[in-house]
C-alpha cells in the first residue's frame, strides 16, 4: 500500500505551506477556505493591485496547490479579492484565525477560514451580550465535561438543591439534548412540563414560540427553606393523546437560520439557543421569582451545544475531569482550539474552573495536588499568558496564576468519591442528595461553587 497518498490532515498543511508561499511571492493577504468535505481553495486579496489568472506565477501557484492538495482541492484552487462579489465576507470574516502576520508591505497575512457543518462554535467570538443578557450571563453555570460518565448531571441536582437550601431560585436547564437525564433526578414523569429546550428552537424557528410550557417547579428533591428548584428539560411530557416526535424535533435544531422576515439579520444556533435559555429564564420570573443561578447541565464532547454553552451563555464554566490521559488530551485539544483566537481565550479563561470529578482520595494525599499540577500545566501552555515573551503594546500584567493560587482556573475543585455511592440509586430513594456520605462527597464542591457565584437577587419590598 502507497504511504505518499495524499491524506486530509497532509493536504491541509500543503495548503497551509502554499498560502505562506503565496502571501510572500506576491505581497497580498492570503485566506485560506476549507469547506464541509474538507477541500481547500486559496484566496487572494489583490484589490490594490489585481493579478492575471493567465500571469505564468499565479498559473505555476495553482498548478502546485492542486497537485499538493488533491483530492482535498477546491472546486476553484485559487480566486482573487478583485474578482469576488463580496471579498469582505472572507477578507474580513469574524471567524478567521490569524496563522502567520503581515510583514512590512513584501509579505502578506495568512488566515484560516473554515466552513464545516458542526464546531464552529468552539472558536467563534463572544458577540456583545443584547440588552440585559450580560446580567443573565452572569447566573448561569455551565457544567462541562470532554468525557461522559463522569458525574456531571448527579452533581447538577446536587448543586441545585444545596443553592435552593440556602434561599436561592435556582433553574436548571438539561442540555444534554441527545441523552436527557437530569430531568429524572429532579421531577416525576407526570410533573414534567409539555415543552422542552428543542421544542424552543424548533417552534421559534417559524416565529412559533409563544405560549410554550417550558419549565416546572420540582417536587422530587428535597429543598428546606425558602428555596425553589425549576426544571427546563430537554423534551417535553405531552398530554395524553398529543404526538410528540423528539427525535424528529432533535434533527432540525443546530443548523444556522435565516431572518424570519426580509431584511432581517441571520440567527445563528448560539443566539437561539440563547433565546431558548432566555424564554425558560422569563417563565419561572412570571411564575415565582427571576431565577438567582441557572444550571446548565450540558452534553459531553466536542459538540456545538457544548460550544455555544461554554464560550456564549455562562458565566461560569465548571469543566470536570478524571485525572487520566484522555481526559487532558481532549481539553488540551478544547484549549489549542481557542488558544488560536487569542481575544476569545482572554474572554474565556478566568470563567472557567476545573472540578476533579469522582476523585479518590483515600490513601494518598498526592493525588489532588498531582491533578492540579497537570491542569496548571494544561492551562500554561494554552490559554495562560507567558512569562518568557513580552507582547508588543502589551500593558497589562500577564494573566498567569501560580500553581498554588486556590482561586485560579486550574486550581481544581475536588468531589469525593467512595465505595458507599457506587451503588446510589437516585430514582429509587428521593431523599438521596441528605445522605451524610453524599454530603461530604460533594461538600467542598457545593461551598466553592456557591462562592464563586453572584449574590441573589434582592428581595422585592413589601407593599
Not at 476545573?354 to 494525599?365: L, N, P, R, T
Amino acid at each position: 500500500m502507497s504511504s505518499s497518498r495524499v491524506r486530509f490532515d497532509t493536504a491541509w498543511q500543503a495548503a497551509l505551506d502554499h498560502a505562506q508561499q503565496a502571501a510572500a511571492q506576491f505581497g497580498t493577504d492570503v485566506v485560506v477556505t476549507r469547506d464541509v468535505l474538507g477541500r481547500a481553495c486559496l484566496l487572494l486579496d489583490d484589490r490594490r493591485s489585481p493579478l492575471a489568472h493567465d500571469h505564468p506565477a499565479v498559473v505555476t501557484l495553482r498548478d502546485a496547490f492542486t497537485a499538493a492538495t488533491r483530492p482535498f482541492t477546491g472546486l476553484e484552487p485559487v480566486l482573487f479579492a478583485d474578482k469576488l462579489f463580496a471579498p469582505e465576507l472572507y477578507f474580513g470574516a469574524d471567524d478567521r484565525v490569524p496563522v502567520s502576520p503581515r510583514q512590512g508591505s513584501g509579505t502578506g497575512s495568512v488566515h484560516v477560514l473554515e466552513r464545516t457543518v458542526i464546531g464552529t462554535d468552539w472558536a467563534r467570538s463572544v458577540p456583545a451580550p443584547p440588552n440585559g443578557a450580560a446580567g443573565r450571563r452572569d447566573r448561569r453555570v455551565a457544567l462541562y465535561g470532554f468525557k461522559g460518565g463522569v458525574g456531571r448531571t448527579t452533581a447538577t441536582a446536587v448543586l441545585a438543591r444545596y443553592l435552593a437550601g440556602t434561599g436561592r431560585c435556582v433553574l436548571v436547564v438539561d442540555l444534554d439534548l441527545e441523552s436527557p437525564g437530569i430531568s429524572n433526578l429532579l421531577e416525576d414523569p407526570a410533573g414534567i412540563p409539555r415543552h422542552g429546550i428543542v421544542d424552543h428552537l424548533v417552534e421559534a424557528g417559524v416565529g412559533n414560540a409563544d405560549g410554550l410550557e417550558l419549565v416546572a417547579r420540582s417536587t422530587a428533591l428535597p429543598v428546606k427553606g425558602n428555596g425553589e428548584v425549576w426544571l427546563a428539560p430537554a423534551g417535553g411530557s405531552p398530554l395524553e393523546g398529543e404526538p410528540y416526535d423528539y427525535l424528529a424535533k432533535l434533527n432540525r435544531i443546530y443548523s444556522d437560520l435565516a431572518g424570519l422576515n426580509p431584511g432581517d439579520g441571520e440567527r445563528p444556533f448560539a443566539a437561539r439557543l440563547e433565546q431558548a435559555i432566555a424564554a425558560c429564564e422569563d417563565q419561572v420570573t412570571g411564575l415565582s421569582r427571576a431565577p438567582d443561578v441557572v444550571l446548565l447541565d450540558s452534553r459531553a464532547g466536542m459538540h456545538d451545544i457544548a460550544a455555544v454553552t461554554l464560550t456564549h451563555l455562562s458565566g461560569l464554566a465548571l469543566l470536570f475531569a478524571v485525572d487520566n490521559p484522555s481526559t487532558w488530551e481532549g481539553y488540551k485539544m478544547l484549549f489549542t482550539q481557542w488558544q488560536q483566537r487569542p481575544a476569545l481565550a482572554r474572554e474565556l479563561r478566568e470563567r472557567l474552573r476545573i472540578v476533579a470529578a469522582m476523585f479518590h482520595s483515600a490513601g494518598d494525599a498526592k493525588r489532588l495536588p498531582a491533578l492540579i499540577d497537570r491542569a496548571q500545566g494544561l492551562f500554561a501552555s494554552t490559554l495562560y499568558d507567558q512569562l518568557d515573551t513580552d507582547e508588543d503594546g502589551a500593558d497589562d500584567e500577564p494573566y498567569h496564576p501560580p500553581l498554588e493560587d486556590d482561586d485560579a482556573p486550574h486550581a481544581a475543585i475536588p468531589i469525593l468519591f467512595g465505595n458507599d455511592l457506587v451503588g446510589l440509586d437516585p430514582l429509587r430513594s428521593r431523599d438521596w442528595p441528605e445522605l451524610p456520605f453524599v454530603e461530604a462527597a460533594y461538600r467542598t464542591f457545593t461551598t466553592t461553587v456557591e462562592r464563586l457565584l453572584p449574590n441573589p437577587h434582592p428581595a422585592p419590598e413589601s407593599s
